[in-house]
């Protein structure tokens, strides 16, 4: 299974995603093959990238694993297909005996790219209970205007610090759900205990994805994704009399994290301080060429070859983009998606904005991050040479959610891990309450 999740490292980074009608290849069809046995057509189907990592005996011994775990299915829920252009995400609910499952089938041209299952969430029907002295006030963010929730601890003294919590990328929810954890819940929740009032909200991506056009994509960047509806977000907690308009902060989370100097260099005053959390000053596209480094690390040495020979050529591409002009980018692509959002991104240079920020910023990443790893995150971080007003923590136990979730060795390393429930660390919490409270 790992090698099959290492697969979809990439794409579950990439930012857009949007709604589309189904087309004739879905995942019911394959997980239909797969139970009753036909895994030759299966593997017919997948690309050669697959078919060297996915010996058709692994693909044979995938339903009787999920069937050991989860029990024979029950019923299947409703079908649900995405784009993240060239790939088409298909994703059945299967409701098992003992618990569930959503199957997913990534396409590229009608080839499988990518299989893939995580564990349905728990029955949201009966959500967690809100902690004992805290308020939640449903609140919208921007125009048009996001869901969003505010939290803040009740009897405490006003006005309140507050912090505006950044999305990592991916069409995410107000929560972060990821799997079986909800990073942005848990971290709202926390520090609202500690005396900090917190705005989290829908993605942009997540609720009006489904109303761009292509010559929209083609010109889209973090700006439209993520970084207006932030300022917005600081805008609205700065005019609330129940908040300090001097003590907002901004906190971001793994593209967040990224984009979050950029958002308090471009908007002075706005900010008190930010939190950089699983982030990298490292550009997006070193990101997913690391990612790819690392599965192709991972491959067999018999297949080990073709892996070199496609990320070879995920570099030229790379190279070729860092080369290009912002008007030759957007008739682009690299890594099969719209070009423009990777080149605009990486015309910001984040170590050079954090060192003339001035305000505080406190960084955090975790030694057990396979998304952003330690040369990529803690070690890059410590190479820049940062001012004294900037504080680096390194937590070695802790995963890209900031958890050490009690996951089997089988699935350590791999998106799967996120589907063990677990919460961010409570050293983090504290390390966070502490820098904006100071």
Known sequence: MKRILCLLLALWLLPLTVWAEEDALTARLVYDLLRSGDTGAVYALLDSTMQSALPENDLAALLPALDAAYGAPVRYGEEETTLAAPYRITALPVICERGGILFQVTWQENRIAGLFYSVLPPDESAPAALPDGLAEEEIEVGEPALPGTLTWPLNASTPLPAVVLV?????????????????????????????????????????????????????FTVQEESITDAIAAARLLAGDPRIDAGRVYLAGHSLGAMIAPRIASENPGLFAGIVLLSGTPKTLGDIVLSQNQAVVDALPATTQW????????????????????????????????????????????????LKDLPIPALIINGGQD?????????????????????????????????????????????????????????????????????
Not at 196 to 204: F, G, N, P, Q, T
Not at 326 to 339: I, S
Not at 340 to 349: G, L, P, S, T, V
Request: net charge negative.
């Open 167 to 219: 999305h990592g990328s991916g069409p995410n929810d107000r929560d972060e759900t990821i799997g079986q954890t909800k990073l942005f819940r848990d971290l709202a929740w926390a520090l609202a205990q500690q005396g900090i009032a917190v705005l989290r909200y829908d993605k942009r991506t997540l609720v009006y994805g489904n109303t761009y056009t292509a010559d929209q994509l083609k010109a």
């Open 370 to 438: 396979f998304q952003v790893t330690d040369a990529d995150g803690i070690d890059a971080w410590r190479a820049l040479e940062l001012p004294g007003t900037v504080q680096i923590i390194h937590h070695p136990a802790l995963n890209h959610l900031l958890m050490a979730p009690d996951a089997s060795e089988e699935v350590r390393g791999t998106v799967q891990e996120y589907d063990t429930p677990c919460h961010v660390s409570d050293e983090v919490i504290d390390e966070i309450a502490a820098f904006i409270l100071k």
């Open 306 to 353: 073709i892996g070199k020979m496609q990320l070879l050529s995920l570099r030229k591409e790379w190279e070729s983009l860092c080369a290009a002009s912002g008007e030759q980018a957007l008739g682009m692509k690299v890594f099969g998606q719209n070009a423009y959002y990777f080149w605009e991104m990486a015309q910001q240079d984040t170590g050079n904005l």
